[in-house]
Nanobody, 124 residues
């Protein structure tokens, strides 16, 4: 039903910035909490950031808090992840996720839709 397509990945030097976008289609975007996850080679997928359907609440993993900012533009059916002060350990495939409802942003046990992912590589 809902399709999520990430874009904006690439290669950036440590300390640099990158802005990821996730465009949604095929559903009611405003009724979904949105999140960003990432997975590095050989590691499990980990939570990065989430934003409520209204955009009024956000939640971040400790590893990115203060450096990353999640936002959404419901008029454009798009969620963003602004990544600043990037570190080599931020290198991963970043995935966009959508969850129905207005539950706690900390609860991502159930993810309704996943994007295909976009590669972010931070060089030192």
């Amino acid at each position: 039903q809902v399709q999520l397509v990430e874009s904006g990945g690439g290669v950036v030097q440590a300390g640099g910035s990158l802005r990821l976008s996730c465009a949604a289609s095929g559903g009611t975007f405003t009724n979904y909490a949105m999140g960003w996850f990432r997975q590095a080679p050989g590691k499990e997928r980990e939570f990065v950031a989430a934003i409520s359907w209204s955009g009024g609440s956000t939640y971040y993993a400790d590893s990115v808090k203060g450096r990353f900012t999640i936002s959404r533009d419901n008029a454009k059916n798009t969620v963003y992840l602004q990544m600043n002060s990037l570190k080599p350990e931020d290198t991963a495939v970043y995935y966009c996720a959508a969850r129905r409802g207005r539950g706690p942003l900390t609860n991502w046990a159930i993810v309704d839709y996943w994007g295909q992912g976009t590669q972010v590589t931070v060089s030192s």
